[in-house]
């Protein structure tokens, strides 16, 4: 992944069909800020494709999640998008970047993923996931 200062940051994860995308403004930020993230799923299968929207998280440079961090998602029962072949869904949401305390002793990044299914949202589905990151991210001071 190669960062360009002021330009927007992707991530892009494909699988069995369906394409993943992870978009951000930057990759600079300033600590504490609340962030928009932008996602989306796309079907280039020949079958409907089911997808569980996911979990936006912030991770430190050993992969542990941020407590009380990344996206405040309250959805319950979780939104389904279901798919035809060559259509997508977008969505966004909003992060919270590491407090300025937090941002000082580690290193950051962004990951996200989805949940999939090519064919059953039944309570026997097998769910596959899909991950698009890590994208690392530079904090600044508040």
Same mark, same amino acid.
């Given at each position: 992944?190669?960062?360009?200062?002021?330009?927007?940051?992707?991530?892009? +994860?494909?699988?069995?069909? &369906?394409? $993943?995308?992870?978009?951000?403004?930057?990759?600079? $930020? =300033?600590?504490?800020?609340?962030?928009? !993230?932008?996602?989306?799923?796309?079907?280039?299968?020949?079958? *409907? %494709?089911? *997808?569980? =929207?996911?979990? !936006?998280? @912030?991770?430190? #440079?050993?992969?542990? =999640?941020?407590?009380?961090?990344?996206?405040?998602?309250?959805?319950?029962?979780? %939104? %389904?998008?279901?798919?035809?072949?060559?259509?997508? +869904?977008?969505?966004?949401?909003?992060?919270?970047?590491?407090?300025?305390? #937090? +941002?000082?002793?580690?290193?950051?990044? &962004?990951?996200?993923? *989805?949940? $999939?299914?090519? #064919?059953? *949202?039944? &309570?026997?589905?097998?769910?596959?996931?899909? $991950?698009?990151?890590? @994208?690392?991210?530079?904090?600044?001071? #508040?």
């Amino acid at each position: 992944m190669v960062l360009k200062l002021g330009q927007p940051t992707v991530a892009t +994860a494909e699988r069995a069909g &369906l394409v $993943f995308v992870v978009r951000l403004s930057d990759h600079t $930020f =300033r600590a504490g800020a609340s962030v928009p !993230v932008d996602l989306m799923t796309r079907n280039t299968s020949h079958g *409907v %494709i089911y *997808v569980m =929207r996911g979990d !936006v998280a @912030i991770q430190d #440079e050993q992969g542990n =999640r941020l407590p009380g961090g990344g996206a405040d998602d309250s959805r319950h029962p979780p %939104i %389904i998008d279901k798919l035809a072949p060559g259509a997508e +869904a977008k969505w966004g949401q909003q992060v919270r970047m590491p407090s300025p305390e #937090e +941002a000082v002793h580690h290193s950051y990044s &962004l990951l996200a993923g *989805v949940d $999939f299914n090519p #064919e059953d *949202v039944g &309570l026997t589905a097998l769910w596959l996931t899909l $991950f698009a990151g890590p @994208i690392p991210l530079r904090l600044t001071p #508040e």
